[in-house]
């Protein structure tokens, strides 16, 4: 099955810095890459998301890129704000004998210093 | 995601004893799914389903238990064999590859 790693665990930047969360994912079959952004005690909420014919993509201040040759992942986020602290997700969806799963990393606690 | 109810927000069980989470949708989605959520371990596949009256097991499917009687319903219950069942459980619905978390039922053992 696939495997998804997710680093770093945690992550703390100050207040107008970029912050950079990478994943890697084991399945080449695997061809859509979401992430999610969890804030505490609520459900995750999609962010941005990227397919596998595409190398980047860009919304606002969030920028996901993949390289499918290395199959990994990245997620940037720019002048980074304190309501950008909350928990990261990446995850890769792939087809299993007729269904579609969905393997997530295991979160980047991401904490933006004012 | 207002469209995925799940109830109750807490749940306390009792050693030996079964509890069952609720999980509804109105959004039309086929597929449905239950993550268990840890510190420091992301999401866990329990059970998923593509269709009604069919489901597979997810990666810790041990001491758990699902039925799918209705497209908008996929009720998971945490058996007495689930020793260790503390944690925040999350439904999902999935539609063209996006996922939809519900707000999620927090468990813990009393």
């Known amino acids: 099955g696939e495997n998804v790693e997710q680093h770093p665990s945690t992550l703390s930047v100050q207040e107008g810095d970029s912050a950079v969360i990478k994943c890697t994912y084991s399945d080449s079959a ?28 860009k919304d606002q201040r969030i920028a996901v890129t993949l390289n499918k040759t290395a199959k990994h992942f990245s997620l940037h986020i720019t002048e980074t704000q304190p309501e950008d602290s909350a928990v990261y997700f990446c995850a890769a969806t792939f087809r299993s004998g007729g269904y579609q799963k969905v393997t997530f990393g295991i979160g980047t606690k991401l904490q933006v210093i004012p | 995601d207002g469209g995925i109810t799940q109830s109750p927000k807490y749940l306390f069980r009792k050693e030996g004893q079964n509890v069952t989470l609720s999980c509804e949708q109105n959004l039309n989605h086929d597929a449905m799914y239950w993550y268990r959520q840890d510190p420091g371990q992301g999401l866990r596949l329990i059970y998923y389903s593509q269709i009604v009256n069919d489901f ?21 219950t945490v058996t007495s064999a689930q020793k260790n069942p503390t944690a925040f459980y999350l439904c999902a619905t999935l539609n063209q590859e996006t996922q939809y978390f519900g707000p999620g039922t927090r468990l813990l053992v009393l």
């Open chain 2, 56 to 76: 597979q097991k997810g990666d810790i499917a041990e001491g758990y238990s699902v039925s799918r009687e209705k497209k908008e319903s996929f009720p998971l």
């Open chain 1, 30 to 57: 695997s061809n859509y890459f979401p992430w999610y952004k969890q804030e505490l005690g609520k459900r995750p909420q999609l962010i941005i998301d990227i397919r596998s014919n595409v190398g980047e993509k």
